[in-house]
């Protein structure tokens, strides 16, 4: 998977250096920060609502479709994010490093405060 994020992350890096200029992550760049901010924002939403939708039609109706949306709707915020990471210089090597140190973690549940536990 890490292969095909950095296939992806140079895909992104190429655009932003220039590119079609009809091309949507060219024109998250061109937009800037606040726009990429909002479409992670926007994408984080739609896979709430997605995954509580893949709830809601377990055990009823086959939910296949609905695991599909749940699906694409993370593939869409995963590559938000990456615009986010290529627009603030993030490389995907970081955020695999932090990853792999916090697996490498035992016992890595945090404390969390009373209003927190339910969420």
Do not use: W
Request: with cysteine; hydrophobic share 35%.
């Amino acid at each position: 998977m890490i292969d095909t994020l950095q296939n992806l992350c140079d895909v992104i890096s190429a655009r932003k250096e220039g590119g079609d200029p009809d091309s949507y992550t060219v024109y998250l760049f061109r937009e800037g920060l606040d726009k990429i901010l909002k479409k992670c924002g926007e994408e984080c939403s739609e896979v709430i609502i997605a995954a509580k939708s893949l709830q809601a039609a377990e055990g009823s109706a086959p939910s296949d479709g609905k695991a599909d949306d749940l699906k694409n709707e993370i593939c869409d915020l995963l590559y938000h994010l990456l615009v986010l990471m290529a627009d603030r210089g993030i490389p995907l090597a970081d955020i695999e490093t932090i990853l792999r140190e916090r697996a490498g973690k035992i016992g890595n549940l945090k404390t969390f405060k009373t209003t927190d536990k339910d969420s």
